[in-house]
């Protein structure tokens, strides 16, 4: 445990400050529950300086993803309330370390949802959904990394844009979604890439929260990321649209402006 103390102090202070470090796995074996509680300990700092938990994000949502790195379940991470962007306006590029973006479908929850849950139970527990981006940024050196690596750094979850709120009970299966860089598409895509349905990511992320007390009403649940993810330069204007749902969209900048805690 001491050793895990020390890696979550060295993960986290490389969040932080934004500077890269070596992977802790070519130094050490590390298993996916070791690297979660090494996740728990570094958030857990950010606790300490009054850093808010306001839901969980939910990776490796493709077939496909689970497939090249060999897992059969999906991964997760904690979002605060300071990893919240406010839609429409800026982010620092100098916070990151290797920052991408990628589309992605939010859920906000009305009621508590843990446990062994069927997507009935799920959708019932869901107050709304909206189009979202996550901004993912692995703090390894040279982008290099194995899983537990990856779960370690908060399953590189490093900020995030939530767009307008609409009901939950239209179909959102298999929406079309275009990602546009200054205008220009750069990732096209569906949400039927997410695990086959998006509430299926919050099945797993109810199953996934139990060990921290379950999804709590209010909580935003970010579903995955629905296309391959996008590198960040300064200057860029980024939007995403999603069919029925509408737009969400953030800039690259180098100073940051304030954030918002805003559910």
């Given at each position: 445990m001491i050793q895990f103390a020390k890696f979550a102090e060295i993960v986290d202070e490389?969040?932080?400050t934004a500077t890269a470090i070596p992977q802790f796995t070519a130094s050490a074996p590390l298993d996916v529950d070791a690297a979660y509680a090494i996740q728990a300990l570094s958030l857990e700092r950010r606790f300490l300086r009054g850093e808010r938990l306001v839901g969980v994000k939910m990776g490796l949502t493709s077939r496909a993803k689970m497939i090249q790195v060999g897992v059969d379940e999906v991964i997760w991470g904690r979002l605060t309330d300071a990893m919240r962007l406010e839609e429409g306006g800026s982010l620092s590029k100098k916070r990151y370390v290797h920052p991408r973006i990628e589309p992605e479908l939010?859920?906000?929850?009305?009621?508590?949802?843990?446990?062994?849950?069927?997507?009935?139970?799920?959708?019932?527990?869901?107050?709304?959904?909206?189009?979202?981006?996550?901004?993912?940024?692995s703090r390894y050196e040279?982008?290099?990394?194995?899983?537990?690596?990856?779960?370690?750094?908060?399953?590189s979850s490093s900020g995030f844009v939530v767009g307008n709120w609409g009901r939950p009970d239209q179909d959102f299966c298999n929406l079309g979604i275009v990602v546009e860089v200054d205008g220009r598409a750069v990732q096209i895509g569906s949400t039927a890439a997410i695990l086959g349905h998006p509430i299926r990511s919050l099945v797993a992320?109810?199953?996934?929260?139990?060990?921290?007390?379950?999804?709590?009403?209010?909580?935003?649940?970010?579903a995955g990321g629905a296309t391959a993810a996008h590198p960040?330069?300064?200057?860029?204007h980024v939007r995403t649209v999603m069919?029925?749902?509408?737009?969400?969209?953030?800039?690259?900048?180098?100073?940051?402006?304030?954030?918002s805690k805003s559910h």
């Open positions: 490389a969040a932080r939010a859920f906000l929850m009305k009621r508590e949802l843990s446990g062994e849950v069927s997507a009935a139970e799920a959708l019932s527990a869901v107050e709304a959904i909206a189009p979202a981006m996550e901004i993912i940024d040279n982008f290099k990394f194995a899983l537990p690596d990856v779960i370690a750094d908060n399953s992320a109810a199953r996934a929260a139990a060990s921290i007390g379950g999804l709590k009403p209010g909580w935003i649940v970010l960040l330069s300064v200057g860029q069919q029925n749902l509408g737009s969400v969209s953030i800039n690259v900048a180098e100073q940051s402006c304030p954030l």
